[in-house]
T-cell receptor, first 111, second 115 residues
Framework: AQSVTQPDIHITVSEGASLELRCNYS??????LFWYVQSPGQGLQLLLK??????LVQGIKGFEAEFKRSQSSFNLRKPSVHWSDAAEYFC?????????FGKGTKLSVKP | DTGVSQDPRHKITKRGQNVTFRCDPI?????LYWYRQTLGQGPEFLTY????????KSRLLSDRFSAERPKGSFSTLEIQRTEQGDSAMYLC?????????????FGPGTRLTVT
């Protein structure tokens, strides 16, 4: 079955600290992988995507993610979190059609 | 690129009523997707179109739901005989259909509340 698991429902980090959000997927074919961010009252914004090639991908707002095929993971990282990063983050996997999303990780940032 | 727009942004309806939502995709995008998001969950796929053709429907899309994209541009999602369980955010997204341009751009959503 195709699925995405985000093991952490809620994470709190201090401003300036590093961040890693976990994502594991199950997908029968070569996956396209995405991270989206959703702020309250806002639509989903694409942070970054992986289709092929270099397994470390850079995105907007200083985020990066690493695709590890052997671990079926696509973890999102940021070296230094800003208060404006507080939001909900969704990992998604897809092929040529629809996306399958995880349940999301809510990020809170302490001053 | 004016982005994906959805109308209305909020809809409150009574159980049993019909509702219709509209989505206008990014103009050069030939694919259009509908998702549903309930509280505490990620978006769940409902259906998608490539041009006018509805290519895939989720089992979540019961007989009370119908989606159209008659001219390959905007799309409508209709829910007949609404139930309280239909209360959710309905998201529309669009994309191209070629190669590595499959990233989907999402609209702001229509929040449906069924009382």
């Amino acid at each position: 079955a195709q699925s995405v698991t985000q093991p952490d429902i809620h994470i709190t980090v201090s401003e300036g600290a590093s961040l890693e959000l976990r994502c594991n997927y199950s997908y029968g074919a070569t996956p396209y992988l995405f991270w989206y961010v959703q702020s309250p009252g806002q639509g989903l914004q694409l942070l970054l995507k992986y289709f092929s090639g270099d397994t470390l991908v850079q995105g907007i707002k200083g985020f990066e993610a690493e695709f590890k095929r052997s671990q079926s993971s696509f973890n999102l990282r940021k070296p230094s979190v800003h208060w404006s990063d507080a939001a909900e983050y969704f990992c998604a996997v897809g092929g040529q059609g629809n996306l399958i999303f995880g349940k999301g990780t809510k990020l809170s940032v302490k001053p | 690129d004016t982005g994906v727009s959805q109308d209305p942004r909020h809809k409150i309806t009574k159980r049993g009523q019909n509702v219709t939502f509209r989505c206008d995709p990014i103009s050069e995008h030939n694919r259009l997707y509908w998702y549903r998001q309930t509280l505490g969950q990620g978006p769940e796929f409902l259906t998608y179109f490539q041009n006018e053709a509805q290519l895939e429907k989720s089992r979540l899309l019961s007989d009370r739901f119908s989606a159209e994209r008659p001219k390959g541009s905007f799309s409508t999602l209709e829910i007949q005989r609404t139930e309280q369980g239909d209360s959710a955010m309905y998201l529309c997204a669009s994309s191209t259909s070629t190669g590595t341009s499959l990233k989907q751009y999402f609209g702001p959503g229509t929040r449906l509340t069924v009382t």
